[in-house]
């Protein structure tokens, strides 16, 4: 009744002006009973026809159907108060252990795959066993996001690992206009599914929902394994939303049929006849009193105050976590182990020393068990074996079981094995990037977490597919980060996991030629570096670092000053092009030429701010390639101009 009420009120309100979110669940009430089915520690993500199962839930743990009236109200009305997205946008997402969806197709399924699988990494001292329950529509069997999700829970069942996961899939036969002709049930034909079995039920009749619900339920926390429960028999009434022209595909005859295929009727008829639950003037008279109590939540809801382009701009990340006052112990190496070494050492015995330190943290990617491609995780799994995770060659699932885990509490490091790999998961990438702007700030869950995304480099080996040389997937919301050296990652790696933990998405580029540089001119050993033993030493996201290469290379300083600002590859390149320049006297020597490494591509750091007022000239040399969205200094130049870059430039 209530899930009814308000469809009818968010049309209203749309008509008047006053509302603009008009999907609606009409056709598709009774699936509220399936909520029942669940456990307060189950975590949910449902898909936008199905507000009846979030309300059913939260009535179930107690909360007032006034003030459930209200806050739906305020999501339609995209109310500043609206507890989901705080008025940005319309979400299902309110109860405790409900997750936020931001999309009308099946992006919620990695990360329900991903806590699935993550269940089994945390504590559970009470003995309980959650699952996680995520539904989508007949139309969204089509979008990769559910193909992934589907296929890497079949995978766990194939490996034995457990994953406690249930996909209830409604079946209504409309894609908006598009007719799916029941390919469901040729989907999921009634052959018994050796790895994945499904539930079958009548989506009109309320309960065989809960009771086909319960035993998918059932069976998923018994087995800890994945599942399906099917509602068919759906029929969708007054159309997708509001804006939908469904006389442009439908006839009369069946827009009025669908129209008049009142699923409250039988459950009403239920509740009388088969439950004795109440009679029909009741029944009657509830509905009135919804009807009038939706009212008012529109009416009060329609009256609060929207967002401000500061408060949307303000919650594009999560605050900035401060610095640990704590002293932290300094890792004292046997005798002789610290010694210089090169950047992919450092960064092995940095993520030996994190995961070491914080039992939240855990390592995810493609191959990384046995050390992945550079020998970068050598050993890791073999010291914490149930916290280095292999999983199969698919980026969308890879990330999104990243959110799954952040979503539990855990701390992620997931790695893409190589830059263009990003591309292969850009959309579930994209859902971690806003995933704390669409959340309502006073009820966020932390999604923070840090990419690692290998094989940025000078373009010698795999041609576009392996060294894509591109960052042309930056969305606000991302920190960017590109270290040179293996001392600056030790200390950055320690920095980026503190604001993780904040809730922060850290992601930090590799390039692959620096993993095992030792020299910069001739046999030097200068890119070398001892590892950085006290933990207390971060490098901030406003740190920069300069080389003056007067005194690295032992030249004479002079008076004109010259700045080349760089990062990753570029700040090798950088120092050997100084180091050139002098030997061919191309350089004057009253000019003074350092290097500016500048490793934060998300922002203007403090740092380089206050480092570029001590020269006349800089240089950006970036080693992306040129192009739209591709050069990564050219946001932060346009920044610059606005205070503190040179003239020369």
């Known amino acids: 009744m209530a899930t009814f009420s308000l469809h009818v009120h968010a049309r209203i309100a749309s008509l008047v002006g006053s509302g603009f979110y008009t999907i609606g669940p009409c056709g598709e009430e009774l699936l509220s009973a399936a909520a029942l089915a669940l456990k307060p520690e189950d975590t949910t993500a449902l898909h936008y026809r199905h507000t009846g199962m979030s309300l059913a839930r939260q009535l179930h743990e107690g909360k007032q159907l006034n003030n459930l009236l209200l806050n739906r109200a305020r999501g339609y009305t995209v109310s500043k108060h609206d507890p989901v997205t705080g008025g940005v946008h319309c979400s299902i997402g309110d109860g405790p252990n409900e997750y936020l969806v931001t999309s009308t197709l099946s992006s919620q399924c990695p990360a329900a795959v991903g806590r699935a699988l993550g269940f089994s990494l945390l504590e559970n001292k009470d003995g309980s066993k959650p699952i996680s329950f995520a539904t989508i529509g007949d139309g969204s069997l089509h979008n990769h996001h559910f193909l992934s999700a589907f296929t890497l829970a079949r995978h766990a069942k194939h490996l034995k690992v457990k994953c406690p996961m249930v996909f209830g899939i409604s079946n209504n036969g409309l894609s908006i206009s598009y007719e799916t002709k029941n390919f469901v049930d040729s989907m999921f034909e009634d052959k018994e599914d050796p790895l994945i079995p499904v539930f079958r039920s009548d989506g009109q009749d309320m309960l065989d929902v809960y009771d086909q619900t319960r035993k998918a339920c059932d069976y998923a926390r018994k087995h800890q394994s994945p599942c399906i429960v099917l509602y068919s028999n759906l029929i969708r009434r007054f159309g997708h939303a509001a804006t939908d022209r469904q006389y442009a595909y439908l006839g009369d005859e069946e827009i009025q049929n669908m129209a008049g295929n009142c699923v409250l009727k039988i459950a009403m008829q239920q509740a009388v006849e088969e439950l004795g639950f109440a009679t029909y003037s009741e029944l009657y008279d509830r509905l009135s009193e919804i009807h009038h109590m939706a009212d ?120 893409i094995p190589y830059a263009k790999y990003l591309d292969c998961g850009v959309d579930m990438f994209y859902e971690i990037a806003i995933q704390h702007w669409l959340s309502c700030p006073k009820k966020k869950k932390k ?99 300069r080389y003056k290469t007067s005194d690295v290379f032992r030249e004479t300083a002079g008076t004109t000053k010259v700045a080349i600002v760089s990062y990753g590859n570029g700040v090798v390149t950088s120092l050997k092009a100084c180091r050139a320049l002098r030997e061919r006297g191309v350089l004057r020597e009253e000019v003074e030429l350092d290097v500016i490494d500048c490793p934060y591509l998300s922002g203007v750091p403090s740092g380089l701010k206050d480092a570029l007022k001590d020269y006349q000239n800089v240089v950006f040399a970036d080693i992306c390639k040129e192009g739209p969205g591709s050069n990564v200094f050219s946001s932060m130049i346009v920044a610059l101009q606005g205070g503190g870059l040179p003239q020369n430039w």
Request: glycine share 8%.
């Open 447 to 545: 999604t923070g977490m840090i990419i690692r995304l290998q094989g940025f480099d000078r373009g010698l080996f795999g041609g576009n597919f392996h060294t894509h040389n591109m960052l042309n997937h930056l969305p606000p919301g991302v920190d960017v980060i590109c270290f040179s050296n293996g001392r600056d990652y030790v200390k950055g790696m320690r920095h980026a996991v503190l604001q993780a933990k904040a809730g922060r998405v850290v992601m930090i580029v590799d390039c692959t030629h620096l993993l095992n540089l030792r020299h910069i001119h001739d046999r030097d050993r200068a890119w070398e570096f001892p590892y950085p033993g006290d933990k207390n030493d971060l490098l901030t996201f406003h740190d920069i670092r």
């Open 296 to 415: 008012q939540a529109f009416s009060q809801a329609t009256q609060e105050p929207k967002v401000t382009l500061e408060d949307m701009m303000s919650r594009v990340s999560a605050p900035l976590a401060s610095l640990p006052r704590k002293k932290l112990p300094t890792l004292l190496p046997p005798k002789g182990e610290n010694k210089p070494q090169v950047m992919r050492k450092n960064m092995n015995r940095c993520f030996h020393e994190i995961l070491q330190s914080d039992p939240s943290v855990v390592y995810l990617g493609e191959d990384v068990r046995h050390g992945g491609y550079y020998l970068v995780t050598e050993d890791l799994a073999k010291d914490f074996p149930t916290r280095v995770l292999d999983f199969p060659p698919d980026e969308t699932t890879l990330l999104g079981a990243a959110l799954g885990f952040a979503q539990l509490g855990l701390t992620p490091i997931v790695e």
